[in-house]
């Protein structure tokens, strides 16, 4: 359907007041979509029920045996294929880090009113599907298409404006771009709330441009104007401007939580002695090259061993270094820098969605 104005039950966007805590709209929010628990970036490729989940709307209902992916628009043929069509189709498997934009939004101040992540939005997966070109070449993308318009199956509305979830991707798309159509997840169906059956997969881009429940691709001659793409989703100081795209993931490094955490406060208690602290570091823009740690709450750095990326040119690189605990309250500090040189800030620029933060992680620990 297009999209439509439905006023007086959507709320418009909201900044908080200076000190106004998270209030019950967006911990009805934190309860759905949950976050990876930090511990869990001990593995290399995330359990699929450890992976950050962001459902804008409801996860809707898919039958697999009428479920139907339509290919239409400024192509020489239309397509129809239904879930056994696709599964026959040639597959490959990309393991790809995929992190939601509004990733660090409750740390800024003031704090943009939504979705309230600290740093865990963040997972790590392998998706088998039919690269999207197969798709697209079969189809005949004619000459004057400009972008493909994504469609999912999930509905609802959102700052007044009635929808279904929906994205763009400009054009071409090419084959060494690896965009996925998925439908297996870690080598099982896709969970309902990864997508079911269907999702897309855009590795390197920002989680917003992955669209589940995927039922829909045209193929437009003019650039796309909805809401997911023009109002959402910009980085912006007003409300008015009309902001820039975003798109790929800024590089972040995170921590795997050393010792053992406080219950409430989340600091880490660890013992005196060596500790081997070690993490996950990416970036959409290129290999992580540079991880630095400070144990000082940043007065002094120091560079961390970073792994290759090895053969998954999508997914996070490992880090480690050695750091001997004494007696007292540390703040650790790690901080990623890719091979495009952007690495991360030390106080976060404001923008008013809260996308794109990549403030370095600040982790309390307790040497008792
Ligand atoms: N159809 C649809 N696709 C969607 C969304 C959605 O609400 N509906 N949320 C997007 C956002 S904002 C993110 S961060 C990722 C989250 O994917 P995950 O839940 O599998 O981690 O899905 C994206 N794809
Ligand atoms: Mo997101």
Redesign the pocket.
Known sequence: MEERPLEGISPPGRIAAAGEGIGQDELALAARNHGLPLEALRYEVTPAGLHYV?VHYDIPDADPDTWRLTVRGCLRTPLELGLPELRALPAVTRRVTME???NGRARLSPRPVSQPWLVE?VGTAEWTGVPLHVVLAEAGVAPDAVEAVFTGADHGVERGVEQDYRRSLPLPIDEDEDVLLAHTMNGGPLPPQHGYPLRLVVPGW???AHVKWLRDIELVDTAFDGFQQSAAYRYKQSAEESGEPVTRIAPRALLIPPGFPDFMSRTRVVDPGPLRLAGRAWSGHGAVVRVELSTDGGGGWADAEVLPRGGHPYAWQGWHADWTAVPGCHTLLVRATDSSGRTQPLRQPWNRGGFGNNLVQAVTVVCR
Do not use: D, P
């Open positions: 962001l939601c934009a509004g939005a920002y989680g917003m």
